[in-house]
C-alpha cells in the first residue's frame, strides 16, 4: 500500500517537472524529486528537507564536501557519491569557460552575464573567478530563490575562490521583477564582499545587476559605489 501511495507521487511530481519545469519547484522539492533516482523505495522528502535545513540552499550543498553530505541522517554512501558526481558534471559542463574569453571591460562582462539569466524568473546570483588576464576559471550560481539577504552567502563565495585560486571576481545577480539600480542591501553587500575579498588578496572587479536585457555595473556608477 505504501509502496503504491509513494509510486503515484512520484509520477506525479515528474509529470509537474514535464509541464511546468524546475521554476515550478521548491528548493526542497528539487531534492526530493532528485533523490528519487538514487532512493528507489523510501519517500525522500524528510532526506530533502533535512539537506535543506543543514545546508541552507542547493548551491551550498553543492559546494559541500562528500563527508558533510555523508554526515546528514539519513544520508547513505551512494546518495551522498550520487550527489557529488551530479556537482562535479555540473562543473565540468559550466564552470570552464573557453580560455580566448577575457573580461576586461564593462561591455565584455555585460555580455557574458546576460545569458545566465535569460530564464531567469526569480532572483540568481552568481560568481565568476578571473586568473590575472582577467579570463574566467569558474561561473558559479551561489544563490537562486527570491530576495533575501542570503542572495550572495559570503562562505561559499570565499570557498570557490580559494578552491581555484582566483585573481580577481565578478559577482552577478538579477532583480526579476524591480528596477536594474543597485538598492542599498545591494550595495551595502557590495561593500561587504569587496573587504572580505581584499582580505584574501582577490580584486573585485565589477558587481552587475541584470534586469530583462539591460543591466547596470556598479563600478561605472561612481556616485552609487566606487569598486577599485
Do not use: W
Amino acid at each position: 500500500m505504501n509502496e503504491n501511495v509513494h509510486k503515484g507521487h512520484r509520477i506525479r511530481v515528474k509529470e509537474k517537472y514535464r509541464r511546468a519545469g524546475l521554476n515550478a519547484f521548491s528548493e526542497h522539492e528539487i531534492l526530493e524529486f532528485l533523490l528519487f533516482y538514487c532512493i528507489p523505495q523510501r519517500d525522500t522528502n524528510e532526506l530533502a528537507h533535512k539537506l535543506i535545513s543543514r545546508f541552507g540552499s542547493i548551491p551550498s550543498l553543492m559546494l559541500a564536501s562528500y563527508d558533510d553530505i555523508k554526515s546528514v541522517d539519513g544520508m547513505g554512501e551512494n546518495t551522498a557519491l550520487f550527489i557529488k558526481l551530479l556537482s562535479d558534471i555540473y562543473g565540468l559542463c559550466n564552470d570552464k569557460p573557453k580560455n580566448n574569453t577575457v573580461l576586461d571591460t564593462t561591455d565584455k562582462i555585460g555580455e557574458y552575464v546576460m545569458p545566465l539569466f535569460r530564464t531567469a524568473t526569480t532572483e540568481h546570483s552568481y560568481i565568476i573567478a578571473l586568473d590575472s588576464r582577467h579570463r574566467p576559471i569558474r561561473c558559479v550560481k551561489v544563490h537562486e530563490g527570491d530576495l533575501n539577504t542570503t542572495a550572495f552567502p559570503l562562505r561559499d563565495i570565499r570557498k570557490i575562490l580559494v578552491n581555484c585560486d582566483a585573481y580577481g571576481a565578478i559577482l552577478a545577480h538579477n532583480h526579476p521583477n524591480g528596477s536594474a539600480l543597485p538598492s542599498e542591501a545591494d550595495i551595502k553587500a557590495t561593500q561587504t564582499l569587496d573587504e572580505m575579498l581584499k582580505y584574501l588578496g582577490v580584486r573585485l572587479i565589477d558587481h552587475i545587476i541584470v534586469i530583462e536585457n539591460d543591466y547596470v555595473s556598479l563600478k561605472d556608477s561612481q556616485d552609487k559605489l566606487i569598486i577599485v
